[in-house]
């Protein structure tokens, strides 16, 4: 099912050390991308591309520090403490935020499901995740 065709519920994530904390509206069901660049491989982010007024950081800024590389657009966001990078700002829907969906609270989805992503070949692939940020 679209994710237009779904309410939008409230779900709740953060870092391991709980430092960081944001909401993000998305449908109960989520569909994510798994994403096999080198970058999402080392890390596991599961890849939940959201408009960026449909996120909101609730606690934790002192604690998130950036890192960038390449073309700088991307804005990798970490917490200082416990390394955990929950959501960053992605190059792909640089007006959106992307929320790594394995950092969700349990409890407010009913199910997750995974799409790949040839990340590896970005410049090719990268057009098909422009809508996932639209409001």
């Known amino acids: 099912m679209p994710e237009t065709d779904q309410a939008l519920v409230t779900h709740r994530g ?10 993000v509206d998305a449908p109960r069901d989520l569909v994510v991308q798994d994403c096999n660049c080198s970058m999402c491989r080392s890390s596991g982010f599961w890849h939940l ?13 002192e604690f998130i520090t950036e890192y960038t590389f390449n073309t700088g657009v991307a804005k990798h966001r970490f917490c200082r403490v416990c390394g955990v990078k929950s959501f960053y700002i992605p190059r792909s829907n640089p007006d959106g935020v992307d929320v790594n969906a394995r950092c969700l609270d349990e409890g407010s989805y009913d199910s997750i499901t995974v ?5 590896s070949n970005w410049e090719a692939n990268a057009a098909s995740l422009a809508h996932l940020s639209s409001s």
Do not use: K, M, Q, Y
Not at 14 to 23: A, K, L, M, S, T
Not at 115 to 119: H, T
């Open 49 to 61: 591309i959201v408009p960026a007024s449909r996120f909101r950081l609730l606690r934790g800024a």
């Open 115 to 119: 799409e790949p992503f040839d990340g």
């Open 14 to 23: 953060g870092c391991h050390c709980r430092r960081v904390v944001f909401e």
